[in-house]
T-cell receptor
Framework: SQKIEQNSEALNIQEGKTATLTCNYTNYSPAYLQWYRQDPGRGPVFLLL?????KEKRKERLKVTFDTTLKQSLFHITASQPADSATYLC????????????FGAGTRLFVKA | EAGVAQSPRYKIIEKRQSVAFWCNPISGHATLYWYQQILGQGPKLLIQ????????DSQLPKDRFSAERLKGVDSTLKIQPAKLEDSAVYLC????????????FGEGSRLTVL
């Protein structure tokens, strides 16, 4: 069966450290992968998109890697801040007769001051 | 630029009652999505429209859920009759087209079924 797996346990890190979140998938061949941030009571907000032929993408303190052989994406936040505390969702874009975006369950990140 | 608008933000109903949610996407966005997000889970796609046609509704419980997007702009999602397990946040999102990447989400409509 098709699965998207993200760390189910919350990630707690100290301010200034690098947070690394993992997204693993099985039985999918996504055209691209996206990362979203979701704060409590709000809708998800787009952060980054990486295509299947790209290995790495950066935006300010964010970095995403995409390994289609391992079927894994890593999402890094460098120099983390308490304001980075949120749930981070991984999403795969699938071509299945049309295109649709499938989300993982998300990983909750807490950054302590 | 105005974002995706949804209403109502909160709704509490008894089981077997009906409810409707409204979504106004970003102007010019051809693709509109309805997702269901149960507490502690990721958003689950219920239905996807391209203009006013349905692209995917494979996970929409069609015996109780219906959605329409008249004139290819606003959309309404209806649940009739509601069950306890329908308690969730209903997120509307839009994008420029299919396979164009970034989805823009509204703030969601939180439904509690008692």
């Amino acid at each position: 069966s098709q699965k998207i797996e993200q760390n189910s346990e919350a990630l707690n890190i100290q301010e200034g450290k690098t947070a690394t979140l993992t997204c693993n998938y099985t039985n999918y061949s996504p055209a691209y992968l996206q990362w979203y941030r979701q704060d409590p009571g709000r809708g998800p907000v787009f952060l980054l998109l990486i295509r299947e032929n790209e290995k790495e993408k950066r935006k300010e303190r964010l970095k995403v890697t995409f390994d289609t052989t391992l079927k894994q994406s890593l999402f890094h936040i460098t120099a983390s801040q308490p304001a980075d505390s949120a749930t981070y969702l991984c999403a795969l874009d699938m071509s299945t007769g049309g295109f649709k975006t499938i989300f993982g369950a998300g990983t909750r990140l807490f950054v302590k001051a | 630029e105005a974002g995706v608008a949804q209403s109502p933000r909160y709704k509490i109903i008894e089981k077997r009652q009906s409810v409707a949610f409204w979504c106004n996407p970003i102007s010019g966005h051809a693709t509109l999505y309805w997702y269901q997000q149960i507490l502690g889970q990721g958003p689950k796609l219920l239905i996807q429209f391209q203009n006013n046609g349905v692209v995917d509704d494979s996970q929409l419980p069609k015996d109780r859920f219906s959605a329409e997007r008249l004139k290819g702009v606003d959309s309404t999602l209806k649940i009739q009759p509601a069950k306890l397990e329908d308690s969730a946040v209903y997120l509307c999102a839009s994008s420029w087209g299919q396979h164009t990447g970034e989805l823009f989400f509204g703030e969601g409509s939180r439904l509690t079924v008692l």
